[in-house]
């Protein structure tokens, strides 16, 4: 991320140069698309969590972070795509270890988690053992700022009061829960994730039977999409993500959803009856009738076995972080499947990345993959 170009004014600029990327990775890989639904995001502001390097220098410590291609940190004075509550803290935060020695001793990096419902939960990060003297002031600090504070250092981990925070988003008219755990994937750009979560909800809303979702994380999209669907099977491979996503299921009233500990690529060797799995041990996966298939693979997209499980299901919905290996998928699974609505979501304004949803359906005269 570039923080030197950072003019609101350029916003829809940037935008549309993704834009054009994205249609060009597409036309690359033969995949036409027609119309494209753009979700724009705030320009400032719109960034829910943040990670500096603490520098020392001259006796004092600031904040700092790396340009592509230098080797030495530079120092910030404020980060004007953070969302305000990390504005609010940073200084405050920055004064309390300017203020104490033994906070700032030695300490590495600063880490905010901060919800739009107002909740802030901070981690300092250190290069030395954590002692009773560095809990008692950080507790104190705690106190202070009215925020969350774990320590870290090497095998060490300190929760002064809990390490997650609870995000309430609404999405369709309706409030929804969310831990979201300090060591775990979150997506950063709550307003975002707001529409990206509302889009795809909107085109499920005619599902029916049930619904497999490989890459459930937190269950953050799976605890919108439930409704829509009799039963719901989730694979996630992160024993931290696994955990949440049970939790929001409670917190949300979700009881038609069964998270297997998995990886995507053991999933389908499971569904292809290739070897048995202790983990599916209780599962009849017989008993479910799977219509719908939703994917939110990391950046290396979805891997040969795994597009051809996707082309085995009657609708596809696909969440994109990276519109190459997503056209390298789509150039398969356009063989069976039609698009039928595409839309980007600015997830991370005044970077290369963007995100990218897909829904496909199968096409009349196609056969299931076997």
């Not at 940037?14 to 995001?41: C, F, P, T, W």
């Not at 994109?320 to 499947?337: D, G, K, M, V, Y």
Request: aromatic fraction near 8%; include cysteine.
């Amino acid at each position: 991320m570039n923080i030197d170009r950072q003019d609101p004014q350029q916003y829809q600029l940037q935008l549309d140069n993704k834009i054009a990327s994205y249609r060009l990775s597409m036309e690359q890989a033969g995949v036409e698309i027609d119309e494209i639904a753009v979700h724009r995001s705030k320009p400032l502001g719109f960034r829910m969590r943040a990670e500096f390097r603490i520098w020392h220098q001259d006796g004092q410590v600031f904040y700092a972070m790396n340009r592509r291609g230098e080797k030495r940190p530079y120092i910030i004075e404020d980060f004007p795509i953070g969302a305000p509550l990390i504005g609010q803290f940073m200084p405050l935060l920055l004064e309390a270890l300017n203020s104490s020695s033994n906070l700032s001793r030695k300490c590495f990096s600063a880490e905010f988690l901060t919800t739009s419902s107002g909740q802030v939960l901070i981690t300092l990060i250190y290069h030395r053992p954590l002692d009773a003297e560095w809990e008692a002031e950080a507790r104190a600090l705690q106190t202070q700022l009215g925020a969350g504070i774990i320590g870290r250092s090497r095998k060490q981990k300190l929760v002064l009061d809990k390490d997650y925070v609870t995000e309430i988003l609404q999405i369709g008219g309706r409030d929804y829960s969310y831990q979201q755990v300090e060591s775990g994937f979150t997506q950063p750009n709550a307003g975002i994730n707001c529409q990206m979560l509302e889009w795809s909800s909107n085109q499920l809303t005619d599902g029916s039977g049930d619904l497999l979702e490989l890459y459930c994380g937190n269950g953050n999209f799976t605890v919108v999409l439930a409704q829509h669907f009799d039963q719901v099977l989730a694979t996630e491979i992160s024993k931290v993500s696994v955990n949440s996503a049970l939790s929001n299921f409670a917190a949300n009233q979700i009881n038609n959803v069964t998270v297997v500990r998995m990886s995507s690529e053991e999933f389908t060797q499971a569904l292809n009856n290739e070897r048995p799995f202790r983990r599916l041990a209780d599962i009849d996966l017989d008993s479910y009738e799977f219509s719908t298939i939703f994917v939110d693979p990391p950046r290396a997209g979805l891997d040969s076995e795994t597009e051809k499980l996707v082309c085995r299901f009657d609708s596809i919905l696909y969440i994109s972080c990276n519109p190459e290996t997503l056209a390298s998928n789509l150039r398969q699974i356009t063989e069976t499947h039609s698009i039928e609505s595409v839309a980007v979501f600015d997830q991370f304004p005044w970077t290369d990345h963007l995100e990218s949803g897909v829904l496909l359906r199968r096409k009349t005269q196609a056969k299931p993959l076997s």
